[in-house]
């Protein structure tokens, strides 16, 4: 079912409307028993796949504007059926239809398919893996019990076998849709900041291993720098929502993410021999740090969380 520079186009598309069904469906009914209007969340079950699909082709044909006009043409941005698609744009477009469509329940909205965005992610990486990507390095030793699925994925043309990356952050998702439908019901919107500050700061070090035909800036892993910036601006939101009081411990929490943050960047960089302090770290070992670091800003999201639900319950 998976094989690496293979298209696999059932599966591809089974896995994204089997995600899409399940996720639009939990969505619906979460929302239903926060007593949103029926009508409201039609309009939201018609709108989102077509916001996920047209903002996560724009986003990726953005990432390299010149070239995609230049090979295409201008209206290849807005065609959204047409190949090309970026994570962070589909999350873009999930929050603005949400939040567009929801009106004054645009908040519990965003709570209410919070869940069901981990889910779709879970999907959509599933379907990475039967479009032959989200693989990570080779592993051209004697072959060893990992090398099958669901820990690898073959590649018949190297004869090969390489890291399936597009499971463990499948499994990423499916655990924070597991934690968000299981976690204690807190206010409004705290279910999407979570889920996106976790799964960010999870991506970090998932995106650094990755070996495909990821989004790239020159060395530049495009996604890896989104996910940074998508945590930062979590623990701003979060920071605000807060209001006032815990000056010390926010100061100390956007300090340790800042460290953690330019740690990983100096790893991305000794992956690739260009920093000479770090040369005495081997590769694997790199990625173990920066692993480690990544657990480190996802515990800054839960921190600041943290003091925001506190704040909050003081002030009320």
Known sequence: MFEIGVINEP???????VGAVLALLLGALRGRCKGIA?????????????GVAFFAHLMHCLMDAAYVIESHSFGFLFAFWQPGYMFYGGILGAALVLLMAGGKDRLQLLEAYAPSAALMLAAARIAEGFAGQGYGEYWFEEEMFFCRFPFMTYDAYYEGWAWALFMA????AVVLALVLLTRKKTWDGDGALLLLGLY?????????LRRDEFLRWGFVRIEEVFSGVAVLLVLICYCIRSGRGKTVSKIACFTVFLLMAVLCLLLEFATEGRIPFLLFLEVYQCYLV????????????????????NTMETNV
């Open 11 to 17: 599966g591809v598309w089974a896995a994204l409307a």
């Open 38 to 50: 029926g009508w409201r969340l039609l309009v939201v079950t018609v709108l989102l796949p077509i």
């Open 169 to 172: 952050e499948a499994l990423v």
């Open 200 to 208: 960010a700061a999870a991506q970090i070090v998932l995106e650094s």
């Open 290 to 309: 920066m692993a480690a670091a990544c657990c480190v800003i996802a515990g800054c999201v839960l921190w600041m969380r943290r003091i925001c639900n």
